[in-house]
Nanobody, 118 residues
Framework: QVQLVESGGGLVQAGGSLRLSCAASGGTISIYGMGWFRQAPGKEREFVAGIHWRGTTTDYADSVKGRFSISRDNAKNTVYLQMNSLKPEDTAVYYC???????????WGRGTQVTVSS
């Protein structure tokens, strides 16, 4: 069973950048589809970005296209979310998730807080 731990969250001003990391243990991310989700206070959990286990195909929520990018380093067993041009509405707890061989996401990290100030 794979465990996921997010890091890299913090406080940043609007227009700034952050890079989130998701370190996996107990399994190799090379056989998992990986994704990032976020949840803001009073909002439902929202899909942010995903990367296919089989290759480099990626998907993004419309709200982050052109600003965020997901990547993986299989040698380090780590997934990243590079966030640029941050907006206050990006403020949320960001969660890393994994789905075995591209199945529905079933493994989740505990989240990391991202706060974007005006």
């Amino acid at each position: 069973q794979v465990q996921l731990v997010e890091s890299g969250g913090g406080l940043v001003q609007a227009g700034g950048s952050l890079r989130l990391s998701c370190a996996a243990s107990g399994g190799t991310i090379s056989i998992y589809g990986m994704g990032w989700f976020r949840q803001a206070p009073g909002k439902e959990r929202e899909f942010v970005a995903g990367i296919h286990w089989r290759g480099t195909t990626t998907d993004y929520a419309d709200s982050v296209k052109g600003r965020f990018s997901i990547s993986r380093d299989n040698a380090k067993n780590t997934v990243y979310l590079q966030m640029n041009s941050l907006k206050p509405e990006d403020t949320a707890v960001y969660y890393c998730a994994a789905g075995f061989l591209g199945s529905e996401y079933s493994y989740w990290g505990r989240g990391t807080q991202v706060t974007v100030s005006s």
